[in-house]
């Protein structure tokens, strides 16, 4: 009998938390925000294109001591911003735009547990960015591949195998910054506020830590989000503005930190608060 | 328009938003003594310095945190459907729009020049005589790059008001004035030779410099940019979006 019925309450349970995850993804498909930032996210391999198009344009009609010394960045790792951005943003807006319409009210009465909506909004932002990171990624990659070919002194022909470690791992950060973007906005509740904030860690501070003197400007450059997947893939930062300081298992528990954190402290603010 | 004006300043002035922003800007000013503080005490082992001075470095703490200013003037009002009063009460959009432009532009212009100076000041106080790399040169010099940095970001905080008249939406505007301040430099800087320069030189942040005639960033030539050109350049950016965001507030309803 007490097996039974703590059966049919696990049973009960499983079902609640699917519903739940069911709810909030209705609610990201249904808004038109949600595939305005999912199609920006994806045109990013097409500015990518566009980009390497252009660079091959000129590398061709360049005379050939210019072609020498013609060089490229890998696109995919320098667009991945856009996509690290627009995910972000859909982090945000999953909680703060409840908190814009009163939804919020409505979905809690719902659920009144906190936990499980929270957990609910991650599992679908996290799967999104963890779908959208690695597809922008590779899809960059292959057709810059296929675009640039051996030109700008063969940037573009090491070995697949070779520059896997670097594309998975950028790919990875992608749902990092969807998981940022939501702790943000359950933190602050506002939408510009939590964009603001995503921003300034993003942009603002690397680029204040970039100007504080050594040994500074390395060791906080070191924890600075952008240049996590370079330190976990140990590969060669000295020209960027981050540091490198970091193992590669430490560099991955700083990026899951970043994570994880703003989530954890905005559930125990969202279990205290009154919505 | 005295009415216009007033309504705006009321609405600007009553919020918590704008408070936030104002202060968040003006961190910049504890940042900047921490930063001398610092720079001063490696003087001390070192001789002299090169640092950046701190109303640079921080920068994009006041651009970032202003132009907020700018893009809630307008989304928090679709938001919360007062735009719809707004409207009603004046009807002419293009008096509700110079209005806007007007108020945030006049709170950024003063907010970003307060907290640039006091921090120049500040710091320069604290930096005294020693050798830092930024404080020796003489008020006269760095003052045009000062009124630069400063009325930069008004015009960021009016391409955010622009931004905000189009898309209607908080975070849509913000993240539309984040590629221009922080994404498109960026880029632009991974293009080949020559092209990097030239569309450096175009873009927001970096025509600061160009205005007092240093180079557009570092690491890169010299700007192609006369004067005049450059603050076309940074007037148009502000110019446009107000234009763009006109266009759509007369064409579409509320």
Redesign the interface.
């Known amino acids: 009998m007490t097996s039974f019925t703590s059966r049919s309450r696990n049973l009960r349970a499983r079902e609640a938390s699917t519903n739940v995850l069911a709810s909030e993804w209705l609610k990201v498909r249904s808004v038109r925000s949600s595939h305005l930032i999912l199609a920006l996210s994806l045109g990013t391999i097409l500015l990518g294109v566009g980009l390497a198009w252009m660079a091959a344009g000129m590398y061709d009609s360049a005379p050939p001591d210019q072609r020498s010394r013609a060089s490229l960045a890998e696109l995919e790792k320098v667009l991945v911003i856009v996509p690290q951005l627009c995910l972000g943003v859909l982090g945000v807006l999953t909680i703060t735009s409840e908190y814009v319409t009163g939804m919020i009210r409505a979905s809690l009465a719902v659920v009144p547990r906190r936990w499980p909506v929270l957990t609910a909004k991650a599992t679908v932002v996290g799967a999104l960015g963890l779908m959208m990171g690695p597809t922008v990624e590779f899809g960059t990659y292959f057709l810059c591949r296929w675009v640039i070919d051996d030109r700008f002194a063969g940037v573009y022909t090491t070995p697949l195998v070779d520059r896997l470690p670097t594309l998975i791992t950028t790919g990875l950060s992608v749902p990092v910054f969807a998981l940022l973007g939501l702790g943000l906005g359950v933190i602050l509740r506002s939408t510009a506020g939590a964009i603001t904030i995503l921003v300034g860690l993003v942009y603002v501070i690397p680029m204040i830590v970039g100007n504080l003197p050594e040994p500074w400007s390395e060791r906080l450059g070191s924890v600075m989000i952008g240049g996590l997947p370079g330190q976990i893939t140990g590969d060669d930062l000295t020209h960027s503005v981050y540091g490198s300081l970091l193992p590669p298992t430490a560099a991955a528990v700083v990026l899951a930190t970043y994570a994880l954190l703003p989530i954890v402290a905005g559930a125990w603010l969202l279990c205290r608060r009154d919505v | 328009m005295r009415a216009v004006l007033s309504s705006e300043w009321l609405k600007l002035r009553s919020v918590t938003?704008t408070y936030?922003a104002i202060g968040i800007a003006a961190l910049m000013v504890a940042?900047g003594v921490v930063w001398t503080f610092?720079?001063s005490g490696?003087t001390a082992e070192r001789g002299s310095?090169q640092?950046?001075a701190p109303e640079q470095?921080?920068l994009?703490?006041i651009q970032?945190?202003l132009v907020?200013i700018g893009?809630?003037a307008i989304?928090s009002e679709h938001?919360t459907g007062m735009i719809r009063s707004g409207l009603t009460a004046v009807s002419r959009r293009g008096a509700l729009l110079l209005a806007k432009a007007g108020v945030a532009g006049a709170v950024t212009f003063v907010a970003a020049h307060v907290v640039i100076l006091i921090t120049y000041v500040v710091s320069w106080l604290i930096a005294d005589d020693r050798p830092l790399g930024f404080n020796e040169t003489v008020f006269s010099h760095d003052l045009p790059i000062l009124l630069a940095s400063g009325s930069s970001v008004t015009v960021l905080a009016l391409v955010g008001l622009g931004l905000g008249f189009v898309t209607r939406?908080?975070?849509?505007s913000?993240?539309s004035v984040?590629p221009v301040?922080?994404?498109l430099p960026?880029?632009a800087a991974?293009?080949?030779?020559p092209?990097h320069t030239r569309v450096t030189a175009l873009m927001l942040p970096n025509l600061v410099p160009q205005i007092a005639g240093q180079r557009p960033s570092r690491g890169f030539g010299d700007s192609f940019l006369p004067p005049w050109g450059v603050s076309a350049m940074r007037q148009g950016y502000a110019v446009i979006a107000l234009a763009v965001g006109f266009h759509m507030l007369r064409r579409r309803d509320a």
């Open positions: 938003p936030h940042l610092y720079v490696l310095v640092a950046a470095a921080f994009p703490l970032i945190s907020v893009v809630l989304t938001t939406s908080t975070a849509g913000i993240v984040v301040l922080f994404v960026t880029i991974y293009l080949p030779a092209w």
